[in-house]
């Protein structure tokens, strides 16, 4: 495997015309992505999350916002999905003049990403504003949004309007052709080509301050959290255009895959703790904790319901309240995964509520406009499903916690 590097300048750029979005080759395999954001003070860490959520917000792709304490490399370079402030970057160069900030990631042979790190330049004077740069202090926001559109596979962009142009500019938010970017990665079709890596290292995707035992716990939930999703999506492709999936043949092999890779995570994790020397709270088999997951998310996809197959503008309707269910599943989860080494029963809260009103907001928007072509939702209420999801994830939670 060998690392991909790309920066970010700072320059002034007049807007041009065109949707000619640009890609890197390089994507991650389930369309969600850790960033540990827990390195800097809790002012930086907002606005990493921030910039993480209006990227989940806008397109396919989920960031898992984690507030364990990772740096974006150690010592030897070794990506570990984190951001900082520092001189250096993960190969230990020094920034150039005009250098804000570098984004790297480790893709396999054929693109996936396996880790990533975002580094800043702390030779900077960072603040937090919109609108036109200033002169003497950079805006983290577009930056920070800018390094986690590189991390989810977007390249620079200057050919159009983009927060992914190559230099800072006055445009500070995601622009349709960042989400066309985004789309077309994460959309239905099929990955990117993946391009010619240059640079050489390993992964280590273990978090700075989790214990062995939290360690395990974090992956147990993570593992639980894909699934969650990955499930109901495949249900929610599926519910969008029955005709293409005769019989449901390709939504049954999806939440196979989704279920075995849950499998396989839930074992390695207690693998990886054995092998640290500690254990895993709950050290159940795989095999008996998986119905956990996929009875709920079948409750949730069963609720939603798959719409009249002759009238695709409710397929549609039912396909993103469906899809925004999913998210919401995994958002739940990294709520408890962040309390594992947080334990701060208030933040908690807040996450999860955070979380059903992105849930709640973005469904209803898909509801209303479903409404103004005259299809109505008949579905279970959203505060239902929401709910449906609340409790898989405490459930699972108390499921493998000491």
Known sequence: MQRLFVALCIACLFPLQATSFSLTGSYWEDGSARIYVGRENIFWQIKMREAAEDWNDHGEFDFRVSHVSNPPCDEEGFLLNGFEFREVDCSQTLFGDFV???????????????????????NFEWGSYSGPVHEEIVDFNRVAIHELGHMLGLGHEDTAPSIMSSVISDGNDITSDDIAGVDAIYGDGPPPDPTDPTDPTDPDPTPGTATVEQKCQIDQLSSAA??????????????????????????????AKSRADFLA????????????????AN???????????????????TGIGGGD???????????????????????????YETNVTQQDVVKLANDLANARAKFLNSANKAIL?????????????????????????SDFGALVAP
Not at 104 to 119: F, K, M, S
Request: proline share 4%; charged share 25%.
């Open 100 to 122: 804000l900030a570098v984004a790297e990631w480790l893709p396999d042979e054929e693109g996936r990403i396996q880790q990533a790190g975002i580094t800043f330049n702390s």
């Open 226 to 255: 894909t699934y969650c999703k990955k499930h109901i999506k495949c249900e929610a492709k599926y519910v969008k255009d029955p005709s293409k999936d005769p019989g449901g043949a390709g939504r049954d092999a999806c939440q």
């Open 265 to 280: 995570n839930w074992n390695d994790a207690i693998g990886n703790a054995s092998a640290a020397a500690g254990n895993c």
């Open 283 to 301: 050290q159940d088999s795989s095999a008996t904790v998986d119905a956990v997951v996929d009875l709920a998310s079948l409750a949730i996809e």
């Open 309 to 335: 197959p002759l009238n695709p503008t409710d397929r549609k309707m039912r396909q993103k309240v469906m899809k925004k269910a999913g998210s919401m599943c995994d958002k739940d989860f990294a709520a």
């Open 369 to 393: 406009k479903a409404a103004s072509s005259g299809v109505a939702y008949n579905g279970d209420p959203l505060d239902t499903v929401a709910d449906q999801s609340e409790q898989l994830a």
